[in-house]
């Protein structure tokens, strides 16, 4: 009986033991994590040229792997993990973690310049997001939770591997900009046309063979990159583009490299003027 007590109560002893040093691990892994936490905390500006705001920037080593640290930063506006394009290209983030979604009050968020080939579903839980900004990854497709993404007003997403146009940008309908040069899209969808507040379109360097004749009624753009593409026509209302202007302003917009028939390459490099008069006079014959 004496012999089963002392063993009970060496358990009790073990047992005591053990929770004792589990709290203690606990204790200090939290005060690692605050420590941690308090050292991003410090790398936090407020001065930023382009977006005001609470801003952390990370790259290079820094950021490979992400720290689970940053997610608990719920103050952040901006985060910015672009690898620099001077340094740090071998250290390039392949996955975003689903905790980025805990980072509410983000604004701003630069992923240029990285391995990624998909985004977490949780950015579409970002309601206050404005700028998300992608360039120069592997995507081939967006979730479509980021239809969520009801503030997004400006959407980079050049140098990717998209083949067919991400339908769900067509639900963004607060974005002004929208980037989807150097990737591989042969077809725009007309629903694109519900971006009515679109000022910028990016879409150099595809494969798209044709303006869908509904795209002529986003008329609020300024800007229109359509050149190194395939297009053969232009639609009978692309004149009312009226906004357009690379005939004064080259580097506003670009149709150069296409192969061009109706109105031909020449007509169109006059401005949208000369389009919206070759297309509503019906005439094929090329202006000398």
């Known amino acids: 009986m004496q012999s089963h007590d002392l063993s009970r109560r060496r358990s009790t002893i073990n047992l005591?033991?053990?929770?004792?040093?589990?709290?203690?691990?606990?204790?200090?892994?939290?005060?690692?994590?605050?420590?941690?936490?308090?050292?991003?905390?410090?790398?936090?500006?407020?001065?930023?040229?382009?977006?005001?705001?609470?801003?952390?920037?990370?790259?290079?080593?820094?950021?490979?792997?992400?720290?689970?640290?940053?997610?608990?930063?719920?103050?952040?506006?901006?985060?910015?993990?672009?690898?620099?394009?001077?340094?740090?290209?071998?250290?390039?983030?392949?996955?975003?973690?689903?905790?980025?979604?805990?980072?509410?009050?983000?604004?701003?968020?630069?992923?240029?310049?990285?391995?990624?080939?998909?985004?977490?579903?949780?950015?579409?839980?970002?309601?206050?997001?404005?700028?998300?900004?992608?360039?120069?990854?592997?995507?081939?497709?967006?979730?479509?939770?980021?239809?969520?993404?009801?503030?997004?007003?400006?959407?980079?997403?050049?140098?990717?591997?998209?083949?067919?146009?991400?339908?769900?940008?067509?639900?963004?309908?607060?974005?002004?900009?929208?980037?989807?040069?150097?990737n591989r899209i042969c077809v725009l969808p007309p629903t694109l046309s519900k971006l009515k507040r679109l000022r910028t379109l990016m879409l150099y360097n595809n494969k798209i063979s044709e303006w869908p004749d509904p795209l002529c009624d986003l008329l609020e753009l300024h800007t229109l990159w359509l050149g190194k593409n395939e297009l053969k026509r232009l639609p009978l209302h692309f004149g009312q583009l009226r906004h357009l202007d690379w005939a004064n302003y080259p580097l506003s917009s670009n149709i150069d490299d296409n192969p061009l028939m109706s109105p031909p390459l020449n007509v169109c490099q006059l401005g949208i003027q000369a389009i919206r008069d070759y297309l509503g006079s019906g005439c094929r014959r090329e202006i000398q």
């Open 16 to 182: 005591t033991v053990l929770l004792a040093v589990l709290k203690f691990k606990a204790l200090g892994f939290r005060a690692k994590a605050r420590r941690a936490k308090t050292k991003y905390r410090k790398q936090i500006e407020s001065d930023d040229r382009r977006w005001t705001g609470r801003r952390l920037k990370l790259s290079g080593r820094a950021a490979v792997p992400i720290p689970a640290e940053i997610f608990g930063l719920f103050e952040l506006e901006i985060l910015d993990l672009s690898t620099e394009r001077t340094s740090g290209l071998d250290f390039r983030i392949e996955r975003l973690p689903h905790a980025i979604g805990y980072l509410y009050r983000l604004r701003v968020l630069n992923l240029d310049v990285n391995g990624l080939t998909s985004l977490p579903n949780e950015i579409g839980e970002l309601k206050n997001l404005e700028c998300l900004t992608v360039s120069c990854n592997r995507l081939q497709t967006l979730p479509l939770s980021y239809k969520r993404l009801t503030r997004l007003e400006s959407l980079h997403l050049a140098s990717n591997c998209f083949q067919a146009f991400p339908l769900v940008i067509c639900q963004m309908e607060s974005l002004r900009f929208l980037d989807l040069s150097c």
